[in-house]
């Protein structure tokens, strides 16, 4: 049972680079999220998905991307990486029964330090 | 989505029963009420949820005010592995208003419980 898989635990980029964070699940999850989390504050939305080959924006979209071709998959982008996007970054996944949604799991996390 | 407002920190001895409360004065008649929790370095973790009646499973107990206006996630004895920063989060619950829910949890600061040996 892996549940969310997230990869890579720690990165560190220079500003301006561009890297993409991979969050793969296994319990065929309707529902993926990525949230960041940042030093005394909590968790916030970034992007989520409702099923294969949609996403949407949350709360805290600008600087990033997302993809999700396949349902286990959901890809979190950088394209042009800036200080203020050093974070730890979290995925979760959760399913859909009677139009509402149960079993939220959440990966370990990647720390990201951009310098 | 209604707030929730909880202590920033408690603290609790080893194998003594934690209460920790939350104010939800603005829930609506639809929205749940859900607990996770957060250890050191890692993602946060389902630990219960509940609508109306105290709700009981392994990890806690969740007591619910008649009012609903606000809640006690009760762990019975603490252990030093329970230390974490617990979230009370009232869910979106759209899926009462006629449409599908996307189900996002939003967190606030939590509380930070601390367990003494």
């Known amino acids: 049972n892996a549940g969310v898989t997230q990869t890579p635990k720690f990165r560190v980029l220079k500003t301006g680079q561009s890297m993409t964070l991979l969050c793969a699940q296994d319990?065929?999850?309707?529902?993926m999220y990525w949230y960041r989390q940042d030093p005394g504050m909590g968790l916030r939305l970034i992007h989520y998905?409702?099923?294969?080959?949609?996403?949407a924006k949350g709360e805290v979209p600008d600087g990033y991307n997302v993809s999700r071709l396949k349902k286990q998959n959901f890809l979190l982008g950088l394209e042009s990486a800036a200080p203020s996007q050093t974070s730890v970054y979290f995925c979760?996944?959760?399913?859909?029964?009677?139009?509402?949604?149960?079993?939220?799991?959440f990966g370990s996390g990647t720390r990201l330090t951009v310098v | 989505d209604a707030k929730t407002t909880q202590p920033n920190s408690m603290e609790s001895n080893e194998e003594e029963p934690v209460h920790l409360p939350c104010n939800h004065s603005?829930?609506?008649?639809?929205?749940?009420i859900h607990w996770y929790r957060q250890l050191p370095s890692q993602g946060p973790e389902y630990v219960i949820h509940?609508?109306?009646s105290n709700v009981n499973n392994r990890m806690a107990s969740l007591a619910i005010a008649e009012d609903r206006k606000s809640s006690t996630l009760i762990l019975h004895r603490a252990t030093l592995r329970d230390a974490a920063v617990y979230y009370c989060?009232?869910?979106?619950?759209?899926?009462?208003?006629?449409?599908?829910?996307?189900?996002?949890?939003?967190f606030g600061q939590g509380t930070i419980l601390t367990v003494h040996p």
């Open positions: 603005t829930i609506s008649g639809t929205d749940y």
């Open positions: 998905s409702v099923g294969e080959g949609t996403t």
């Open positions: 319990m065929n999850h309707e529902y």
């Open positions: 989060i009232l869910r979106d619950h759209p899926a009462n208003a006629g449409g599908t829910s996307y189900g996002k949890l939003t």
């Open positions: 979760a996944s959760s399913y859909l029964r009677d139009r509402v949604t149960y079993g939220y799991t």
């Open positions: 509940g609508l109306t």
